[in-house]
């Protein structure tokens, strides 16, 4: 069985734009344009994510860890598509892909809502 995320948004049209243009997810479904609360399914090489604005859903500022091949080019394609870290100089680990003690190279993003996508190599 998959476990299969929620994420909590404020803003679902200003999210998937966000998770599309920058990090590379397909929406499958979306909910957002008719109603309020909205939804959106999206898929990122196989893996999905739900963002909704649901008051029970989601929690909002949560951590999700995405599993990557090749993250130091992936954070140079993010940065190339409009990615800006510089709202978190404090954080060497959202500036760049960091090599972690626990044998990991990671970098992380804030979304427009404050939930961090941890792209991690092993």
């Not at 959106?40 to 860890?65: C, I």
């Not at 091949?69 to 954070?75: I, K, M, N, R, T």
Request: aromatic share 10%; proline share 6%.
């Amino acid at each position: 069985m998959a476990i299969i995320p929620t994420v909590r948004s404020h803003n679902i049209a200003r999210s998937v734009d966000f998770y599309t243009r920058v990090l590379d997810f397909e929406v499958r479904r979306e909910w957002s344009e008719l109603t309020d609360p909205g939804f959106a399914w999206l898929t990122r090489q196989g893996d999905v994510l739900q963002l909704s604005s649901h008051g029970g859903d989601g929690v909002a500022g949560q951590a999700l860890v995405i599993d990557v091949a090749e993250v130091d080019s992936l954070f140079e394609t993010f940065r190339a598509r409009g990615l800006d870290p510089s709202s978190r100089p404090e954080s060497p680990v959202h500036q760049g892909p960091v090599d972690q003690t626990w044998g990991t190279r990671e970098f992380y993003v804030d979304d427009p809502d404050g939930n961090s996508l941890r792209f991690t190599q092993r």
